[in-house]
């Protein structure tokens, strides 16, 4: 190459390069926009316009919301039979003293996840770590046709032994134990081959959710994950809640070093609602091995002197259309009349739960917020305090759990009757990238076990006043914006 060429590369270059950057900025404004919320299309296109090439490479990985649509049309074909078996099975009792606003909102989870309110259950709040594992274990070694887990990280150490010699057990009985965890979720942890290789010893049938295996030509999004936490047994009982199977200090060295606990509740279900999560778990079983199960046994039903309970399951997640959480959530915030108690480790809510929120303290009702003082996961939990101002002068009352403990619960509960438990957390990942299993409970007994519990976080935690938030330093409220910003790129 002589010095002409030389010379024609340097004029031509930066032409080049800045037609480029043009093209990308101009594409950008036609197509990210396009079916996405006004706050997440403004973060992409100032990624896209402060950093052009990064922005649109990482908008090309991580830039569609949605599983593929080989997924989606699974979850749409399992919608349907859902529909079409519980067809007449919707319970809402005429004559029981429900808030009138209550059929409504069934009404919107039945149409968004198919699910049917159902009568006559059961249920027990399980709030101890350790409990909660060998309770499920127990349960493990009580089965007798089938145990279907599906937890978003599983790993075998020390505290979960008891759970995976269960396992073991039951297939040395001649019980079909089918297993499911998230792919990424789990990969993490240390100990991961191990886990999967002992799985494969004692003869569980296990697969991997959403896994991202470029050599086996498998590749989605890769912070789309499988967040549900659930375990059924026989069509008889149903675990589902916020633990996950792995040590409460998830086993790190960086949280052994800081003393990391995680404090988690679980639910323990019976009647018919077990029905609702075995299908949840036969519908994951089915995205990830072209494999549609039939439930095996017939659900069982409770007597009517020993149930009372009404519950409702509530999937959602990137293979639906819409955000059913998030719906549910919301219209439970507005139809509130006295008191709302929300516990949820990660609170990073949309505009819309945020109106929702702080109109309900303006209207007057008590609300209050249970979150953690530290967080294990650096940029969501600046996100978070971005909000707490905001808050703060809307009237809601914040209760922050005290370090060493992360506060991993995530529960919601209205005017004392109506509850909200199970995986989902109050932020836009759990909303829109998650997929999630919540279940309604209708019962003001259930309603008080949680509220005992929320208590028991009340007398534990320090509450948060605005005066005080106002005095944090400036290098705080910057990380909090910038936070607040990379939290909108969904």
Same mark, same amino acid.
């Given at each position: 190459?002589?010095?002409?060429?030389?010379?024609?590369?340097?004029?031509?270059?930066?032409?080049?390069?800045?037609?480029?950057?043009?093209?990308?900025?101009?594409?950008?404004?036609?197509?990210?926009?396009?079916?996405?919320?006004?706050?997440?299309?403004?973060?992409?296109?100032?990624?896209?316009?402060?950093?052009?090439?990064?922005?649109?490479?990482?908008?090309?990985?991580?830039?569609?919301?949605?599983?593929?649509?080989?997924?989606?049309?699974?979850?749409?074909?399992?919608?349907? !039979?859902?529909?079409?078996?519980?067809?007449?099975?919707?319970?809402?009792?005429?004559?029981?003293?429900?808030?009138?606003?209550?059929?409504?909102?069934?009404?919107?989870?039945?149409?968004?996840?198919?699910?049917?309110?159902?009568?006559?259950?059961?249920?027990?709040?399980?709030?101890?770590?350790?409990?909660?594992?060998?309770?499920?274990?127990?349960?493990?070694?009580?089965?007798?046709?089938?145990?279907?887990?599906?937890?978003?990280?599983?790993?075998?150490?020390?505290?979960?032994?008891?759970?995976?010699?269960?396992?073991?057990?039951?297939?040395?009985?001649?019980?079909?134990?089918?297993?499911?965890?998230?792919?990424?979720?789990?990969?993490?942890?240390?100990?991961?081959?191990?886990?999967?290789?002992?799985?494969?010893?004692?003869?569980?049938?296990?697969?991997?959710?959403?896994?991202?295996?470029?050599?086996?030509?498998?590749?989605?999004?890769?912070? !789309?994950?499988?967040?549900?936490?659930?375990?059924?047994?026989?069509?008889?009982?149903?675990?589902?809640?916020?633990?996950?199977?792995?040590?409460?200090?998830?086993?790190?060295?960086?949280?052994?070093?800081?003393?990391?606990?995680?404090?988690?509740?679980?639910?323990?279900?019976?009647?018919?609602?077990?029905?609702?999560?075995?299908?949840?778990?036969?519908?994951?079983?089915?995205?990830?091995?072209?494999?549609?199960?039939?439930?095996?046994?017939?659900?069982?039903?409770?007597?009517?002197?020993?149930?009372? !309970?009404?519950?409702?399951?509530?999937?959602?997640?990137?293979?639906?259309?819409?955000?059913?959480?998030?719906?549910?959530?919301?219209?439970?915030?507005?139809?509130?009349?006295?008191?709302?108690?929300?516990?949820?480790?990660?609170?990073?809510?949309?505009?819309?739960?945020?109106?929702?929120?702080?109109?309900?303290?303006?209207?007057?009702?008590?609300?209050?917020?249970?979150?953690?003082?530290?967080?294990?996961?650096?940029?969501?939990?600046?996100?978070?305090?971005?909000?707490?101002?905001?808050?703060?002068?809307?009237?809601?009352?914040?209760?922050?759990?005290?370090?060493?403990?992360?506060?991993?619960?995530?529960?919601?509960?209205?005017?004392?009757?109506?509850?909200?438990?199970?995986?989902?957390?109050?932020?836009?990942?759990?909303?829109?990238?998650?997929?999630?299993?919540?279940?309604?409970?209708?019962?003001?007994?259930?309603?008080?076990?949680?509220?005992?519990?929320?208590?028991?976080?009340?007398?534990?935690?320090?509450?948060?006043?605005?005066?005080?938030?106002?005095?944090?330093?400036?290098?705080?409220?910057?990380?909090?914006?910038?936070?607040?910003?990379?939290?909108?790129?969904?």
């Amino acid at each position: 190459m002589d010095v002409a060429d030389d010379w024609v590369l340097t004029l031509l270059l930066p032409g080049v390069l800045l037609t480029i950057d043009i093209v990308i900025r101009c594409i950008a404004v036609a197509v990210v926009p396009v079916n996405r919320r006004p706050s997440s299309a403004m973060a992409w296109l100032l990624a896209v316009f402060f950093i052009p090439y990064l922005g649109a490479l990482l908008f090309l990985f991580i830039g569609d919301p949605k599983l593929p649509s080989g997924r989606r049309t699974k979850q749409r074909e399992i919608n349907r !039979l859902i529909l079409d078996a519980t067809r007449g099975m919707d319970l809402v009792a005429e004559d029981h003293p429900w808030p009138p606003w209550l059929p409504g909102v069934v009404q919107l989870n039945r149409n968004l996840g198919a699910m049917p309110l159902v009568g006559g259950n059961r249920a027990e709040v399980v709030d101890d770590y350790e409990t909660a594992i060998r309770a499920m274990a127990d349960e493990v070694r009580r089965a007798r046709h089938y145990v279907h887990a599906e937890f978003y990280i599983l790993a075998r150490d020390a505290t979960t032994e008891p759970f995976f010699e269960a396992l073991a057990d039951a297939v040395r009985r001649g019980v079909v134990v089918r297993v499911l965890f998230d792919h990424i979720g789990s990969l993490r942890m240390p100990g991961y081959r191990r886990t999967i290789r002992h799985l494969t010893e004692i003869g569980v049938i296990w697969h991997p959710m959403l896994p991202v295996q470029l050599h086996r030509g498998r590749y989605q999004r890769p912070d !789309l994950r499988n967040h549900r936490k659930l375990l059924v047994v026989d069509a008889e009982v149903a675990w589902v809640g916020s633990q996950n199977m792995v040590d409460r200090s998830y086993n790190h060295r960086g949280n052994r070093r800081r003393g990391l606990q995680w404090q988690d509740l679980m639910v323990r279900m019976e009647g018919p609602v077990v029905s609702g999560v075995d299908a949840l778990f036969l519908t994951d079983w089915y995205s990830e091995t072209d494999e549609l199960l039939e439930q095996e046994i017939e659900p069982v039903t409770l007597p009517a002197g020993v149930a009372t !309970l009404e519950c409702q399951v509530v999937p959602s997640g990137p293979g639906f259309e819409g955000e059913n959480n998030l719906r549910l959530f919301n219209t439970l915030l507005y139809s509130a009349q006295e008191r709302i108690s929300i516990v949820s480790p990660y609170f990073v809510p949309d505009e819309s739960m945020l109106f929702a929120i702080t109109t309900a303290a303006q209207r007057g009702l008590s609300v209050e917020l249970f979150v953690s003082e530290i967080g294990d996961q650096l940029l969501v939990h600046y996100a978070q305090r971005s909000y707490y101002e905001t808050l703060l002068r809307a009237g809601v009352r914040i209760f922050r759990y005290p370090a060493p403990y992360v506060l991993h619960d995530k529960h919601m509960i209205i005017d004392d009757v109506v509850s909200v438990v199970g995986s989902s957390n109050m932020d836009i990942r759990s909303f829109i990238l998650d997929l999630e299993v919540s279940v309604m409970v209708c019962g003001k007994d259930f309603a008080a076990d949680l509220r005992r519990i929320s208590g028991g976080y009340r007398e534990r935690s320090t509450e948060l006043f605005l005066k005080e938030w106002m005095q944090r330093s400036h290098r705080h409220r910057l990380l909090e914006n910038l936070a607040r910003l990379t939290s909108a790129l969904q």
